[in-house]
């Protein structure tokens, strides 16, 4: 039986978490780590297909991650992979199983790395 790397979490990203904080007069999205550490995931970038079926709906994804499930997890949080930044778009919970969740993500240019502090 050949084995399958499809789900193989051999990739390490850290999920980031932002709270609107008020800065004199203007509001401003702080980024805080959702866990102490960097998680393993598997990373897939998707394929062109899928991308040109995303082309008649509302999202923007190119890549997901698949991840031990988590209740913690939400769109519109932040991930960091490789210094490149992604923002969930669509989280999947493969009906509720709680195994895996399945997270997709679109690119985010420009950031600022700064923003965002490192975990171990």
Known sequence: MAYSFTNKKDKKIIIYKGE???VGIENKIIYT?????????AYRFLSGGQVFAQLIS???EVCSFTVNWSDKIKTGMRIIYKD???NITRV?????YKKDIKLFCEKVL??????YPQVE
């Open 20 to 22: 609107s904080v008020k």
């Open 33 to 41: 780590p959702l866990f102490n550490r960097k998680i393993w995931a």
């Open 58 to 60: 509302y999202y923007t």
């Open 84 to 86: 490149e930044l992604y």
């Open 92 to 96: 999947d919970d493969f009906e509720g």
């Open 110 to 115: 420009p950031w600022n790395k700064a923003d």
